[in-house]
Nanobody, 120 residues
Framework: QVQLVESGGGLVQAGGSLRLSCVASGSIFSINAMGWYRQAPGQQRELVASITSGGRTNYADSVKGRFTISRNNAKNTVYLQMNSLKPEDTAVYYC??????????????WGQGTQVTVSS
């Protein structure tokens, strides 16, 4: 069993910052790509940022220049630094990871989500 647990969400004013963390634990052989998704009320879940095991990153156009994704492989943790937050960033943010549970099988896992609310 593998679990992803997010933390760091909360309420912040527009222009402020938050740092989200996601820790993977359980039966893990290795972790491949990790990413952050978000889902606002009435909207589809969308990819915010992703990062490979080697550190290559990708961002949604809406967050480029404001958000930074990073990871600590030794701690099985991925982070999302969110700066210059806007009300439209308000959403539930979900951690995602592609994990090799052993030498043979890989699985994709989701965290439970953490609420980010940006007030105007």
């Amino acid at each position: 069993q593998v679990q992803l647990v997010e933390s760091g969400g909360g309420l912040v004013q527009a222009g402020g910052s938050l740092r989200l963390s996601c820790v993977a634990s359980g039966s893990i052989f290795s972790i491949n790509a990790m990413g952050w998704y978000r889902q606002a009320p009435g909207q589809q879940r969308e990819l915010v940022a992703s990062i490979t095991s080697g550190g290559r990153t990708n961002y949604a156009d809406s967050v480029k220049g404001r958000f930074t994704i990073s990871r600590n492989n030794a701690k099985n943790t991925v982070y999302l630094q969110m700066n210059s937050l806007k009300p439209e960033d308000t959403a539930v943010y979900y951690c995602n990871a592609d994990i090799d549970v052993n030498k043979r099988w890989s699985r994709n896992y989701w965290g439970q989500g953490t609420q980010v609310t940006v007030s105007s």
